[in-house]
């Protein structure tokens, strides 16, 4: 059973580009998170969502980022006119629905990506 | 404000023995879960161990213990018999189980574990 899988491993943008990371999560998970590691920090949420839906995106800055699920494919998160502040590691994660129904599972996490911006 | 403290920036054990990881956490919900996570060197998150807020008894995963003192708000990691493979960076992290923020998880910000032999 493979588990979270993201691409790419490392991404090299210069001031103003776009990146794109992508995530797929694991076989049978409905929910997909995005957080953001800074250097020597511990991890920040950035935005929750289920399939074609944002749940919670109050993590994400107002500007320039955005994420999506599709109903077919994997998550994106998409940031726009990066800047050298944006260099950090992004984390997804995935999870199914909690056995109560209410509340989602154990999120198991991807590799990250490792963006850099020059 | 911060929701999860880990004041121990670095710790050390020696090889077998058994090492403590702190975390405190801060809330007045009364549903919500702790996890703690391991970072190795090469960057990846992997899950170690969870204890929801309503269980009595202390979560146990081989040779990782959560010891939770509910009303001391305190989840600290155990992990007995040390490996070298057990260094790492260890994060805490507590998740909500309603309210607008369900689902996200709150991390601390690490405690670097080296074993040495």
């Known amino acids: 059973n493979a588990g979270v899988m993201q691409n790419p491993r490392h991404l090299v943008r210069r001031r103003g580009q776009e990146a794109r990371l992508r995530c797929s999560p694991m076989?049978?998970?409905?929910?997909v998170y995005w957080y953001r590691q800074l250097p020597e920090e511990g991890l920040k949420f950035m935005v929750y969502l289920q399939k074609e839906n944002i749940i919670d995106e109050s993590g994400m800055p107002k500007e320039r980022f955005s994420a999506e699920f599709p109903k077919e494919g994997p998550s994106i998160l998409r940031i726009q006119q990066v800047v050298r502040g944006d260099s950090a590691a992004y984390f997804c994660?995935?999870?199914?629905?909690?056995?109560?129904?209410?509340?989602?599972?154990?999120?198991?996490f991807g590799p990250g990506t490792r963006l850099t911006v020059l | 404000a911060q929701k999860i403290t880990q004041t121990q920036p670095g710790m050390f054990v020696q090889e077998k023995e058994a090492v403590t990881l702190d975390c405190t956490y801060d809330?007045?919900?009364?549903?919500?879960?702790l996890f703690w996570y391991k970072q190795p060197s090469s960057g990846e998150m992997i899950f170690l161990i969870y204890?929801?807020?309503?269980?009595?008894q202390n979560a146990t995963e081989g040779r990782y213990s959560l010891n939770f003192q509910k009303a001391r708000k305190s989840a600290n990691l155990v992990i007995s018999a040390s490996q070298l493979g057990d260094s790492a960076m260890y994060f805490c992290a507590m998740r909500f189980d309603r309210g607008s923020t369900l689902g996200r998880l709150y991390f601390g910000r690490g405690t670097q574990l080296t074993v040495w032999p």
């Open positions: 994660a995935s999870s199914r629905t909690g056995a109560s129904g209410r509340s989602p599972d154990t999120q198991y």
């Open positions: 809330t007045s919900d009364q549903s919500y879960g």
């Open positions: 204890q929801g807020s309503y269980d009595e």
């Open positions: 076989k049978g998970h409905s929910h």
